[in-house]
């Protein structure tokens, strides 16, 4: 079973705006430390951002600042993705992964994913 579903990805237009959502699943993730990563084909997977277990501390990769927010719901035990004026670059599956330690930037640390979810921007 897989502990975390993403959700929400779609086929958007440039300059649009969307909500991924990654839920816990079988289990809860309400203490762990959550981040978003994306992988477009033939690339390796790249850090988006990162949120503590409470929410109060947030890194975001250099360039996904200004137009990614990373934030979470305890109660709903879900991370969210909110992406604003989405650019055809942006194309690619974008997971979400949990750790019980920091684990900083590297995909390799996170213990837990999902499955990911496909986002397409059109030109």
């Known amino acids: 079973q897989v502990p975390l579903v993403e959700s929400g990805g779609e086929l958007v237009q440039a300059g649009d705006s969307l909500r991924l959502s990654c839920a816990a699943s079988g289990r809860t993730f309400r203490d762990y430390i959550k981040a978003w990563f994306r992988q477009a084909p033939g690339k390796e997977r790249e850090f988006i951002a990162t949120?503590?277990?409470?929410?109060?501390?947030?890194y975001y990769a250099d360039s996904m600042k200004g137009r990614f927010t990373i934030s979470r719901d305890n109660a709903k035990d879900t991370v969210y993705l909110q992406m604003d004026s989405l650019k055809p670059e942006d194309t690619a599956v974008y997971y979400c992964?949990?750790?019980?330690?920091?684990?900083?930037?590297?995909?390799?640390?996170?213990?837990?994913w999902g499955q990911g979810t496909q986002v397409t921007v059109s030109s």
């Open positions: 949120i503590s277990w409470n929410g109060a501390g947030i």
């Open positions: 992964a949990a750790s019980r330690a920091y684990a900083g930037t590297r995909a390799t640390a996170y213990s837990y």
